[in-house]
């Protein structure tokens, strides 16, 4: 079967690192993917990793484990326009098909 | 803005009636996925279609159906419609079937 798990909430201050954790179990694995959704909107594709290893963006990294089903986006210099909420996904082995977990809802605080 | 289109932005109707919401990809991809998202899940994978072709389905129920027209474009059908029917319907389009989707701005249905 296919789970992405992903804390639901978590809350930050603004300028501060937050670190946002995705584990997965699906039947095969061809890319990990996180994407930032504001309430009301559309998801926006903001990295994806396919090999072990950190991919830096700007202020967003994201990390992966594929031995452990494991991924984290970082954010640093967190901005007020950062509280959203990030979806994890996965394409599976046939590269066909993808599953998004439940989120993370991300509050920046003054 | 992402390139990808959706018809329309609000749709309201009445249980069993039967609505269609429409989607344009970004110019040049060929792969559309159909999404819904309700307040209290996440993001539900229906269908996707490549070129024409269903490639994968996923969570889809036997009241919806869905194609991709030749120019690319597609429709999704929704019968029969039901209060848990209401929802945000996401088109994402995608160069070739396995690479980063591109988001529309979705259509909101409110079945009353």
């Known amino acids: 079967g296919q789970n992405i798990d992903q804390p639901t909430e978590m809350t930050a201050t603004e300028g501060a690192i937050v670190q946002i954790n995705c584990t997965y179990q699906t039947s095969g694995f061809n890319g990990l993917f996180w994407y930032q959704q504001h309430a009301g909107e559309a998801p926006t594709f903001l990295s994806y990793?396919?090999?072990?290893g950190l991919e830096e963006k700007g202020r967003f990294s994201s990390f992966l484990s594929r031995s452990k089903g494991y991924s984290y986006l970082l954010l640093k210099e967190l901005q007020m326009k950062d509280s959203a909420s990030y979806l994890c996904a996965v394409r599976d082995n046939y590269g066909q098909n993808f599953v998004f977990g439940p989120g993370t809802r991300l509050s920046v605080l003054p | 803005d992402s390139g990808v289109t959706q018809t329309p932005k609000h749709l309201i109707t009445a249980t069993g009636q039967r609505v269609t919401l429409r989607c344009s990809p970004r110019s040049g991809d060929l792969s559309v996925y159909w999404y819904q998202q309700s307040l209290d899940q996440g993001l539900q994978f229906l269908i996707q279609y490549y070129n024409g072709e269903e490639r994968a389905k996923g969570n889809i129920l036997e009241r919806f159906s869905a194609q991709q027209f030749p120019d690319l474009h597609s429709e999704l059908n929704l019968s029969s419609l039901e209060l848990g029917d209401s929802a945000l319907y996401f088109c994402?389009?995608?160069?070739?079937?396995?690479?980063?989707?591109?988001f529309g701005p979705g259509t909101r249905l409110t079945v009353l």
């Open positions: 994402a389009s995608s160069p070739s079937g396995a690479d980063t989707q591109y």
């Open positions: 990793n396919v090999l072990d």
